[in-house]
């Protein structure tokens, strides 16, 4: 089965998520266990994984707070497509926890 760009996607952040430490995207990736993280692509990266469920909690917090009368009515299945309207990327500091968030003008 293969995912298109319409298909139901559990990362949220999915494109978005860069390394703060290599300037590189960073890929959506499941574990045997079945929980989700974003890994950095650079060989040479000191940095674990990141839990997704705790990045896309900041990230979509992050949303709701600014956006509060749209975050209410929107589907789950479009919170992917609204982030990516208003969120040019992701950066990922050096813990993992701190997450910067690059807006569009
Ligand atoms: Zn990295």
Same mark, same amino acid.
């Given at each position: 089965?293969?995912?298109?760009?319409?298909?139901?996607?559990?990362?949220?952040?999915?494109?978005?998520?860069?390394?703060?430490?290599?300037?590189?995207?960073?890929?959506?990736?499941?574990?045997?266990?079945?929980? =989700?993280?974003?890994?950095?692509?650079?060989?040479?990266?000191? /940095?674990?994984? !990141?839990? @997704?469920?705790? *990045? +896309?909690?900041?990230?979509?917090?992050?949303?709701?707070?600014?956006?509060?009368?749209?975050?209410?009515?929107?589907?789950?299945? =479009?919170?992917?497509?609204?982030?990516?309207?208003?969120?040019? /990327?992701?950066? !990922?500091? @050096?813990?993992? *926890? +701190?997450?910067?968030?690059?807006?569009?003008?």
């Amino acid at each position: 089965m293969t995912c298109g760009t319409e298909c139901t996607d559990q990362y949220l952040l999915r494109n978005l998520v860069w390394c703060g430490l290599c300037g590189v995207p960073m890929v959506a990736c499941l574990m045997s266990t079945g929980i =989700r993280y974003y890994g950095c692509t650079s060989t040479a990266c000191p /940095r674990p994984l !990141v839990p @997704a469920d705790e *990045a +896309e909690q900041q990230v979509w917090g992050r949303f709701v707070d600014l956006n509060e009368a749209v975050a209410d009515i929107l589907p789950p299945d =479009r919170r992917r497509q609204s982030l990516r309207l208003v969120l040019r /990327r992701v950066v !990922v500091g @050096a813990t993992g *926890a +701190e997450l910067r968030l690059h807006w569009r003008d």
